[in-house]
Nanobody
Framework: QVQLVESGGGLVQAGGSLRLSCAAS????????MGWFRQTPGKEREFVAS????????YYADAVKGRFTISRDNAKKSVYLQMNSLEPEDTAVYYC?????????????????????WGQGTQVTVSS
């Protein structure tokens, strides 16, 4: 059974930093791209960042480009999101996600349409 467990959220002042972690189990982690997504009440979940199975390719939403960095450690079956220069607009529940199956596409890309497994989410609140 695939499990994704996020941690590292919290309350931080604008301009501060947080590092989110997502620990995976129940899948061959090194064969899957991973993604971070976020959602605020009343809004649809949105893509934040993704990383390919090897870690060599990363993708970011325009809103976080230059401030957030996604990384992974395949030996620890974990993916991370380093968030710097946080803004109140970054306040959301952050989720990690991955696909149901490892395919040539899902080894490289992760998106809302490709994600099937989700963690429970971790709350990030940025105060102004």
């Amino acid at each position: 059974q695939v499990q994704l467990v996020e941690s590292g959220g919290g309350l931080v002042q604008a301009g501060g930093s947080l590092r989110l972690s997502c620990a995976a189990s129940g899948l061959t982690f090194s064969m899957y791209a991973m993604g971070w997504f976020r959602q605020t009440p009343g809004k649809e979940r949105e893509f934040v960042a993704s990383i390919s199975y090897s870690g060599l390719r990363t993708y970011y939403a325009d809103a976080v480009k230059g401030r957030f960095t996604i990384s992974r450690d395949n030996a620890k079956k974990s993916v991370y999101l380093q968030m710097n220069s946080l803004e109140p607009e970054d306040t959301a529940v952050y989720y990690c996600g991955t696909s149901r199956a490892s395919t040539p596409q899902t080894m490289i890309e992760m998106s809302l349409s490709l994600a099937y497994y989700w963690g429970q989410g971790t709350q990030v609140t940025v105060s102004s």
